[in-house]
């Protein structure tokens, strides 16, 4: 910074010395009293140290003022992006979920218009998916509200998973689907909430892709991890490093319309926000199994 502001005060500092040559020039030709010259020198260069001491105070002012501003300024574009940012993702879910909730609204319509039997039987389970996409789209507004907090604390898996099974044992029995599952008994350190959302989005993504066969929820208690496997139609490979992806549904999404990507996608969203790891181990024809990862302290938050 000194020397930045001795730059720029260097035309007025040859100036002055440049003046005081000159002074010194005139008194030497017309033979006048020095002393005076030496009085007149002291001075102004005094006067002249003043000022430049000022000046160094009112440049670092100035300096700290400019880097303020463009700090400001390009806080001020970050913001702006971020808005957009959000606002284009935003649009893009919704994209997204709109076609989703399409299907099951389609399908209670033509059951409806229809003559078949067992109406109430069939709309029901279209029921649950509407009811599961209209809470996706509330709990993604609640996730991508900063603002939101998390309640981390001591939870219990059964009394969740329990709740969601509740939730989604219509789909086990019209889709004639066996559930292994016996009680854990165990606690993790999470968000009881949201670790409920993921949990529920993981089952009902399993009982989306398996037409018949089994869902099973076990938990290893050497790594820590829940698992939920499923006998389903599997993931290919090539699919796995993308299927949390917003939007990205891979040949199974494709295949099957109830599919655009939102689920798993709000699974890693709040994976991240739970600093909880989700792993995939799939097979195309011998079905999926996904783990969740938790911490074993607080302290690892």
């Not at 020198?41 to 140290?49: K, W």
């Not at 319509?109 to 789209?137: G, H």
Request: hydrophobic share 45%; proline share 1%; net charge neutral.
């Amino acid at each position: 910074m000194i020397k930045r502001f001795i730059l720029k005060k260097l035309s007025e500092i040859l100036i002055v010395i440049i003046m005081l040559l000159l002074f010194r020039l005139l008194f030497a030709i017309g033979s006048l009293d020095i002393s005076f010259y030496n009085i007149g020198l002291e001075v102004v260069v005094f006067a002249f140290v003043i000022y430049i001491f000022i000046s160094f105070g009112s440049y670092k002012e100035e300096v700290s003022l400019k880097a303020d501003n463009e700090r400001l300024t390009e806080e001020n574009k970050r913001l702006i992006m971020n808005i957009i940012s959000g606002r284009k993702e935003l649009k893009d879910y919704f994209t997204l979920w709109v076609h989703q909730i399409k299907t099951p609204i389609t399908a209670t319509k033509m059951i409806l218009e229809s003559n078949m039997e067992d109406k109430e039987a069939r709309i029901r389970p279209q029921i649950i998916y509407i009811e599961q996409y209209t809470d996706m789209a509330i709990n993604y507004l609640k996730l991508m509200n900063t603002d939101t907090d998390m309640d981390i604390g001591v939870v219990s898996l059964d009394d969740i998973i329990k709740s969601v099974l509740k939730k989604y044992s219509v789909l086990f029995i019209i889709n004639h689907i066996t559930l292994n599952y016996e009680p854990i008994s165990e606690t993790v350190i999470s968000d009881a909430k949201w670790l409920s959302i993921l949990i529920e989005q993981i089952i009902s993504n399993a009982l989306k892709y398996t037409k018949k066969g089994s869902i099973t929820i076990s938990f290893d208690k050497d790594s820590y991890v829940l698992l939920i496997k499923d006998t389903g139609i599997g993931i290919r490979s090539e699919d796995i490093p993308k299927i949390f992806d917003r939007g990205y549904s891979g040949l199974n999404g494709r295949l099957n319309e109830k599919s655009s990507g939102l689920g798993l996608y709000l699974v890693r969203e709040i994976g991240n926000r739970l600093s909880t790891e989700i792993t995939v181990k799939s097979e195309v024809g011998n079905g999926s199994e996904f783990g969740i990862k938790f911490l074993s302290s607080l302290s690892n938050l």
